[in-house]
């Protein structure tokens, strides 16, 4: 009999991504997509661990829940995601409303977990086992027909950095074979798609061996390259200890990759990334930027920032401050430090959080003048636009630039998934605004 299901996904990408995968699998045993919350058989909340308050958010969700289903059947209740990785039993003893909670390496078990679902019987699944879900994957087709689309290459980190919980709920390191990925591309280009973002955790470090030969990042961008019907590469987060020079070269050669590097520096002082245990100094990254600014003057940098780490002096801030007067940062992601369950730095002393505040106000105040600056000086030109979709109110369309800046637009809705020329005539420091040129370039 068909049964609903509706995902509530928050958090990375990779989130994103998981959420469509299972609802390509669990299509297979009868469950389908609903947009209805309020009416499904199934109700999954894919979670997210990295920053504070993020348990209770959870357990405010299915406080929200249960008002929904209050006079109504109740749905099979699945807590997914880095919180039910890390807090599984807790979230089971702590709301019986909970059936099943299960972690993201275990999805390819939750059909079977579905399937046999007794009502009132806990489970939790949240075994780190990569290999499994990913080759079960390989089997569900990937359905994703979106203009753009997400593509899991890697999971988990090995790096310990020691703010970050990612490697406790998404374990070791894991680099897909480079055939699977390959197979899923196809099938997102058979869709339709037009642009696919690689995604990992640490994505610059996958490394895949077969046949003596090793799979790299830049290997795999390249490969994408081949197919005509693609039409923009991007890839999201790296760390610089992975920016090699295959993968800085593929800026100079590789035209689909876009000239828009994502990597997260977290702070511009010395002692503070030592602290943070990131690996690498503020002139590594520095060589990294002006390597590839050299080979291809038109990238953009975006990166993450965290401010009043345990530590983080007066001196410090001002190095990072420095750093942006150094590097226009754009599109970037400036947050207070949050102490995360388990990770070497949860019971550092914190800096006080006036000061933090203080400092973040001014860092976003920098960041998004870089913004502003970066779309201004695209008024009066054409530039090229991908078309995701047409927006509510009827004739207008949306899609990103180069720089993943999102632009409004004029146009005919024969245009998405093109690539197409807008004339900007107007932004703010999110959007640009515009409309279709008159050199139309088709896809
Ligand atoms: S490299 Fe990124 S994902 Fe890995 S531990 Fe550091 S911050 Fe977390």
Redesign the pocket.
Known sequence: MEKKVFIKTFGCQMNEYDSNRIYDSISKIGYHKSEDQNNVDCYILNTCHIRDKAKEKVFHEIGRIKEIYREKTKPVMIIAGCVAQAENQEVLNRDPYVDIVIGPQSYHKLNDILKNHIKKKKIEETEFDSVSKFRYYDGIENKNNKVSAYLTIQEG?????H?????YT?GPEYSRPFNQIINEAEQLVKNGVKEITLLG??VNAYSFNENSKAYKLSDLINHLEKFSEIKRIRYT?S?PKDMTDDLIECYKKNKKLMPFVHL?I?SGSDRILKL???KHKVEDYLDIYYKIKKLNPEVEFSS?FIIGYPGETEKDFSETMALLEEIRFVNSFSFIFSPRPGTTAANLEIVDKEISKKRLIIIQEKLFKNQKVLNKSMEDKNIEVLVENKMTDQNKLFGRNRYLSAVIFEGNKNNIGNLVDVKINKSNQNTLFGEVGKSMKAA
């Open positions: 980190c090995d790096k310990f950095c703010f970050c919980v990612v490697p998404r955790q640490n987060t760390h997260p977290q943070m245990n990131r993450d």
